[in-house]
């Protein structure tokens, strides 16, 4: 998953306490870092509030001359002057989103409550300021007789209607009501996280004898041990609800009653008690159903849809019926095959939600004799990054050098300097922070801390950008083993990360991820697929203790393999994503009450969501559409851009992986950011529009 800076730009602070001197805020004066990496080692609590105040100011101040500029407008004097202001604003944002989300400290929740609504109400009046918004419509009005570049064109489409869309066009008193909408939605998906990222961290279950994890893979008992040493427990096991802990317990657990008490807790999540975020979601529905009206939309969906590839709710359900049916027919077929196995054991077990991962394992081992514990030997963390360095220096010319001595925000982060593999030439800054701890949130992603543009002497400013993960941490002697989820999503996000890093966009505003949202998922969806070719796994895919490579045996049983458990995968991801639709549709009244519960609910049986498989993330917990707008009603959109990366992955092995169709994927894809309609560039490398059976077949679900 991206994070978006424009769509995270409600964010927090990093703690209370007395301001410096301006003179001493990090913030306020140039970085001296190397590729102006942010001085983290310098940052302070009481630095956040003064440098968003004075980077508001000095925002505000770049903003007031464009709109009295004399002059008439040009693309440079508006557009270019405003792509080129609030470098402080980023600043700030940028350092504190990160932190936000991968450590959260006492300190930074603090300040939060004065920082974010400072931010959010800057945000408010800039996109609704009248004078900057006068300017922009008139380039718009023009834009066909401008002589506007292709990418200057596009911008200034987007601008206007981004403007729109946040309410430029509304009269005062409704923008007045549209702020505190905004307002209120801030502080709602502040709650949401927070109660979130505690409920999370509040349960555990602690295991006293290792009999009741028997099938457990060695690496995993001994995660669970160091963490109850952790907390200290030592001597006992600690489960948690955090990815590494979780899924072995569902796919390898042979005690059947520890399977149901980990998914029951995971599946009812911040759902009752101190953290319920089920009267949270209630009053976001609510808030964005007035936000729509306001804007003159039916709901919140049509909202949400129409400034992306899908354009409407309908489209984005019309490809997920297509995914969905198929899904649901395959998941009947594999839970037959589970039920066999079950019914031969002679235990009287009925497959249920709980045991889908174990009894699926068991499956696999016996239709491909694919043990995934064996096989994690040959995904050490350390190789997997090798894997993916040599894979981008292979296909796009760029080559990593770790700067062990980089300011870095957390010590277990990595900072890595990224240089063309011919020139030397820097390209961008790339850093991975992998391990799962309290204060940083579940799942993976990436962003940014700089973004990328050219200066007015024609130079590029390179960018900084970061993947997060929770993968599964060394114990002892034995290094970080990933999961075959696991190396799927650190390519995954290196696919973002080449995408931020790679931009050779020339604005600020269209490099790298700021793209339509329901296409930034096509380079990481591409990434993921070169993971499993087997000439790659040959280069990283070694065992971590004799540094064999991976079996022929071993690569042709992940390839036999490859389309196992895909109705499982792609029902729960389908689920969510038209349930997310769904959600869009309501336009509850202040008098009305969502029971996020009961609507569920409801929507499982109209769909007739197997009774074997939940949604991949049931709302208390579904942080893309419920913890910021994001991804609110656009879940699906990891779907659309898998039909993009299907249908793209076959020109890759059409033409035999040949360079120039990696050199065209760089072009096209990768460099052009939002410069470029997304549709143009895909068919530019792909030949073609693309279609949803490349998807059907992927998946083997045709």
């Known amino acids: 998953m991206r994070k978006s800076i424009i769509m995270m730009a409600v964010a927090a602070a990093m703690g209370a306490g007395t301001a410096p001197a301006q003179d001493a805020n990090p913030f306020l004066a140039p970085y001296t870092a190397k590729y102006e990496i942010p001085p983290f080692e310098q940052i302070k609590p009481a630095h956040y509030l003064p440098a968003l105040k004075a980077a508001i100011a000095e925002h505000n101040r770049e903003i007031d001359a464009i709109v009295k500029n004399p002059e008439a407008p040009t693309f440079e004097n508006t557009v270019l002057a405003l792509d080129r202001a609030g470098r402080t604003y980023d600043r700030v944002a940028n350092v504190y989103m990160a932190l936000s989300e991968s450590n ?108 009741d994890l028997a099938g457990l893979p060695a690496a995993n008992v001994a995660v669970a041990a160091d963490e109850a040493k952790a907390r200290g427990l030592e001597g006992k096991y600690v489960l948690t609800l955090h990815n590494p802990s979780r899924l072995p317990v569902l796919q390898y657990a042979d005690n059947r009653a520890l399977r149901e008490k980990v998914y029951t807790a995971y599946t009812s999540l911040a759902s009752s008690g101190e953290y319920n975020n089920l009267p949270v979601i209630d009053k976001i529905l609510k808030v964005r159903a007035k936000k729509a009206k306001l804007l003159g939309f039916d709901n919140f969906g049509e909202y949400a849809t129409s400034a992306v590839m899908a354009g409407s709710v309908k489209a984005a359900e019309d490809l997920l019926m297509q995914i969905w049916e198929p899904a649901k027919r395959r998941v009947a077929e594999e839970v037959s095959e589970m039920q066999a196995i079950a019914d031969a054991e002679g235990k009287g077990v009925k497959i249920q939600p709980w045991d889908y991962y174990y009894y699926n394992e068991k499956v696999r081992q016996q239709k491909y004799a694919l043990d995934e514990s064996e096989l994690r030997n040959y995904f050490a963390l350390d190789n997997v990054v090798k894997g993916i360095f040599y894979l981008a220096e292979r296909n796009y010319g760029v080559k990593f050098t770790e700067m062990p001595d980089a300011p870095k925000y957390f010590d277990e982060v ?153 109705g499982f995968r792609a029902t729960e991801l389908v689920g969510a994503a038209l349930l997310d639709l769904q959600y869009g549709k309501l336009n509850p009244t202040d008098s009305d009450t969502v029971d996020p519960a009961a609507f569920e609910a409801k929507v499982t049986e109209q769909l007739g969501m197997p009774e074997t498989i939940t949604y991949r993330y049931r709302s208390p917990y579904f942080k893309h559409i419920f913890g910021s707008n994001e991804y609110a009603c656009g879940y699906y959109t990891y779907l659309w851009a898998e039909v993009l990366d299907c249908d793209g992955w076959e020109h890759f092995k059409e033409t035999n992986f040949a360079p120039e169709t990696a050199k065209s994927f760089k072009e096209n894809i990768l460099e052009k950011g939002d410069s470029e309609d997304p549709m143009e560039l895909f068919v530019r490398f792909r030949g073609h529009k693309p279609s949803v059976q490349g998807l059907l077949n992927h998946r083997g679900l045709k």
Request: proline share 4%.
């Open 104 to 211: 959260m400290t006492p300190d930074l929740e603090a300040v939060g409550k004065d920082f974010e609504p400072m931010m959010t109400a800057h945000a408010d009046e800039v996109a609704m300021n009248p004078g900057l918004f006068k300017r922009i419509k008139v380039l718009y009005d023009n834009r066909d007789k401008l002589g506007l570049a292709k990418d200057q064109k596009r911008y200034v489409e987007k601008l206007y209607k981004n403007f729109a869309r946040n309410g430029a066009l509304l009269n005062a008193r409704d923008q007045e009501t549209l702020k505190k909408l905004n307002a209120e939605l801030a502080d709602l998906y502040i709650q949401f996280n927070r109660n979130l990222l505690a409920a999370t961290n509040a349960w555990q279950l602690v295991v006293d004898d290792a009999a």
């Open 414 to 566: 990595k900072v890595y300097d990224v240089t063309d593999a011919k020139t030397g030439e820097h390209v961008a800054v790339f850093m991975t922070d992998y391990f799962p701890r309290a204060s940083k949130r579940q799942g993976a992603w990436m962003s940014e801390f700089k973004g990328s543009w050219e200066n007015p002497d024609g130079t590029s400013s390179r960018p900084i950008i970061y993947n997060v993960g929770n993968f599964t941490k060394p114990s002892g002697d034995t290094p970080a083993l990933l999961t075959i989820d696991e190396v799927e999503t650190a390519f995954h996000e290196f696919g973002h990360g080449l995408h931020g890093m790679l931009t050779r966009a020339r604005y600020k505003g269209q490099s790298g991820t700021n793209t339509d949202r329901d296409f930034v998922e096509l380079p990481s969806q591409i990434n993921e697929k070169w993971a499993w070719t087997p000439d790659l796994l040959k280069v990283y895919a070694r065992h971590y203790k004799t540094g064999e490579v991976i079996p022929d045996s071993l690569v042709q049983k992940i390839i036999a393999a490859g389309k196992h458990n895909q």
